[in-house]
């Protein structure tokens, strides 16, 4: 593999609602969406197909309706339609730099978007399509991480891309603790038996029981998705058994 070649050619691509909302409280950054379409594009254009899952939390979260006495597939389901505003502000920024891009929704909405469809999806990819995965997995009760993962599988991408606000996994939050150490590489058990905050247990075992690896990076830092796809050693690598990172055993994104 040259410099130029992209290591993987299918990525999924996990987004927070919280990243589109940048330092604000709630909604969007628009300028933020800008940034994160600008990076898309650049790796589209090596010839990476993408997908993306959005969250919802710069909106609604359902567990906040739990905690207000809502119920909580109610408040979930809230939270799936959030994730949706979010895909229509992708979508939005997504063409805007000349991608063509298709929102998916795992509830049926058709004057709003695509219903989700497995091969549908894929030939959108193979056309050289952008896709926007939203609404979750249309399922309560399940995280929009557990969405990543099995929307990773179902589409056959080669890697799951988890974009935070910090440039991997810490032996501690990195805002807390200024001398906490950064992990290179986990195994799946190892985050699963310590209790790592990457992705929810459901979501890191689908990748796991699948041989889907996870990278976690700052999707913010100019430059840092394009580099993630062309294999120079950024954020955090979750795969299959390889070189372990001796750290403390309480360790977390620091923003997950």
């Known amino acids: 593999m040259t410099a130029s070649t992209p290591r993987w050619r299918r990525v999924l691509l996990k987004l927070s609602g919280e990243a589109l909302g940048g330092r604000k409280e709630y909604g969007f950054d628009f300028q933020v969406v800008s ?13 990476v197909e993408v997908a993306l899952v959005v969250g919802g939390g710069n ?22 339609l959030a994730t949706v505003i979010n895909a229509l502000a992708l979508q939005e920024g997504l063409e805007k730099v000349g991608l063509h891009a298709r929102t998916m929704t795992a509830i049926q909405m058709p004057q709003v978007a695509e219903p989700y469809i497995r091969r549908r999806g894929i030939r959108h990819l193979e ?6 995965l939203a609404g979750g997995s ?11 993962a099995l929307r ?32 290179q590489r986990l195994d799946y058990l190892e985050v699963l038996n310590r209790g790592i905050e990457v992705m929810d247990n459901t979501a890191l075992t689908l990748c796991m029981d699948n041989g889907v ?37 309480a360790a977390t994104t620091g923003g997950h």
């Open 35 to 47: 940034v994160i379409a600008e990076q898309v594009a650049r790796v589209h254009q090596l010839g």
């Open 59 to 80: 909106i609604f979260r359902g567990r906040h309706a739990e905690e207000g006495g809502f119920d909580r597939a109610t408040g979930d389901y809230m939270g799936m």
């Open 127 to 132: 056309k050289g399509r952008v896709i926007i």
């Open 138 to 148: 249309g399922n309560p009760y399940f995280t929009t991480d557990t969405t990543a």
């Open 152 to 183: 990773a599988v179902e589409l056959e991408a080669e890697v799951v891309l988890k974009a935070t606000k910090v440039d991997g996994i810490y032996s501690a939050d990195p805002l807390q603790e200024p001398t906490a150490e950064r992990f």
């Open 213 to 249: 690896p996870i990278i976690v990076f700052d999707l913010l830092q100019a430059g840092n998705l394009e580099r993630v796809i062309r294999g120079e050693n950024i954020g955090t690598f979750v795969g299959a058994p390889g070189a372990r990172v001796e750290q403390s055993p």
